[in-house]
């Protein structure tokens, strides 16, 4: 006779046996009739009690209850499809008792205090009393049992609570089981599905493995390979005999272009100090018959044990074979423009300067307006076509890396005192006011590149002028920071939108754009104060609006340094030092012109003759050594790129000549087309006195031998 069978035969008779044998039956159920088992269980709880509704909650999510199984009498309303989900917050004090393993009693609902978060629904479901018997495993609350009497008041004895608790603890012993077989079941599921994805895995990996242009590598704690995936093999050549037990050294050390390859000195000191690394490009060994480089890029980890003991590095490979490849065609093209540039830059210069030198010499020669006026508009078209020249190799060397920033004491205050009158006189022909603002913070020397810091002011002065038809143009000096100057160009011109403002930065765009562009220009100015800016480390920042004018803020890290000694403050020491200055007069001078442009040549003469100096001219480095070592010339206006015998060649012959023979060492300025900054700085370092960049200007010359010769006052 099971349970069932016993509470039908005698209801209600024997609590205590019913309990017994309901036990025995909850541990011999089935899991997979834990449910029935357990209403059925509280049926029989229910009816042997004397109660009306009987019920198991089981919490959900942490923060819900559920009422998961119900036993009602037969002319009492079943609750169970509405307590789905409440609070378990509405338990209120009562949650802290079941959670201490204590039964909650309540006698007479209508006596719990009002202020009770469960009384409402209690009250809503016309309870008279209750009680709940904690289920608890391992200290955590698996959910309660309830027991409700609805029809009229039920007060139980401690037996009778005890027996109950029992019966209570049986339920609660076969939902567990329930739950841990089906955390089992669900654990076993996922490991199986775990298995499957692992076996799929490591087929895609193997398949990927043996197409990939990567690898994965191990070492041990000294270095040396202990793994490395098969796909290294089919990329190098080297099979794994070659490569494992041997450390990245030893695979390269006698490939001399792999060792030179890699900055090896900034990897060991991340390997001793067992930090990870990433984007390490070398060019790595590899068999023989594979014919051709190998360049790879690596990235790595340290491992540790659980200890915390360094076992060695775990990481990652890349083929860049065909990236670097890609670089090296992109470097060559770029070189082959800056040389084109550079070949372009000088042969225009040329002509350029036979042009400008002539207009200068005619403008002293003729009186008539009308010629005047056209002499002006050559020499104006022909200084805008050599600004051109030396803004394209602006764009072109910062564009190849090749510019390379002066670290020099400037005052900044001084720059902008020397830009303050030529931008006066340009703003009042145009008919706008100019003004200069210096920050007392903002004086002082600082560190930088005098000539990089006025060619940016000097474009975005030009670029203000350009686009301010009326009001003014103001130029600041301000120091945001003790580290930091703001240099800021502020104008009342047409302004321009934000889509305007994010092209300024590309060569050759103006904030307009297309062809028919108000302003001419060559789009180049901005591009140059942003590259420069940021190899300065500093930033430009743009305000502006249609209408409304604009402010151009250049930021630049200038560190401020005490004043240092004139003698600091020189441009950098040349190989000698140039001959002091005399006072002679210059009609005395012996000076020997050299180029292999005859135009050049005239033009140079020209000049001279205009200060009172007779000039001896030479085509080419042989002649002009045949003629110094006859003459012993005081001064060399010397060009350098001529064809037989270069302008350097030249220059050495005759100084070792002079050196030789105990004679006077001649003052040797270059005359050149070459205009880039490290040309000319290799000049000096080769034995010129001072450079001349074509086209030359009357003033530029006769500054180049006041310099050595002054004029006597």
Known sequence: MNICQKIDAHPRRDLARITVSL????????????DAAATRALQVLGDAGGFDRTYVFQPRDGDLLDNTHEWVASDVEPMRARLQGLPITQLGPWLDELLQDRCVEVPHLADLDPA??????????????????????????????????????????????????CASNGVAALLARRRAAEERDRAMAEMRRALVEQSRAEANFQDVALVSRSWVWEQDAELRFTYISDSFRLISGLEPGQIIG?????????????????????????????????????????????????????????????????????????????????????????HAKSVFLTTMSHEIRTPLNGILGATELMQGLVEAPRAMEWLGTIRDSGETLMAMLDDVLDVSSLEAGTLILRDEALDPAELLARLEPVYLVRAQDRGLGFSVRIAASA?????????????????????????????????ELSAPRPDKLRFTVGDTGIGMSAAQIDRVAFPFEQAKGGIDRAHSGRGLGLTIVCSLARMMGGEVSIDSAPGAGTRVHVDLPLPRVEPAPPATLRAPQRRRNPPPPVRRSWAELSVLVVDDNSVNRLIMKAMLEAVGISADLACDGHEALGLWKVRRHDLLLMDIAMPGMDGLTTLHAILQSAEMNGHQRPVAVAVTANALRPQLEDYLASG?????????????????????WPVAE
């Open 23 to 34: 036990l025995t039956d909850l541990v011999a159920a089935p899991l997979h009739t834990a």
């Open 116 to 165: 009770h978060p469960a009384r409402e629904v209690l009250m809503e479901q016309g309870i008279f009393s209750l009680l709940l018997v904690p289920m608890l495993e391992d200290g955590r609350l698996l959910g309660f049992l309830g027991y409700d009497a609805v029809r009229s008041p039920r007060r139980l004895n401690r037996d009778e609570i005890f027996l109950l608790r």
């Open 443 to 475: 004086t002082g020397l600082r560190r930088g590149d005098t000539g990089r810091v006025l060619q940016m002011l000097h474009h975005l002065l030009a670029n203000a002028l350009k686009f301010t038809p009326r009001g003014r143009i103001t130029l």
């Open 688 to 708: 010129f006195d001072r450079c001349l960049t074509k086209p030359v200007s009357q003033d530029e010359l006769e500054a180049a031998i006041s310099a050595f």
């Open 246 to 334: 041997r450390t990245r050294e030893e695979m390269s050390a006698d490939r001399s272009e792999c060792v030179g390859s890699g900055d090896w000195d900034r990897l060991a000191a991340i390997l001793v100090a067992r930090k990870p690394f990433s984007g390490l490009v070398y060019r790595a060994a590899a068999a023989p018959e594979r014919n051709e480089e190998l360049w790879v890029q690596i990235s790595g980890r340290p491992v540790f044990d659980a200890s915390g003991r360094f076992t060695g590095y775990r990481g990652a490979g890349t083929d860049v074979t065909e990236l670097r490849r890609a670089l090296n065609r992109a470097q060559a093209g770029s």
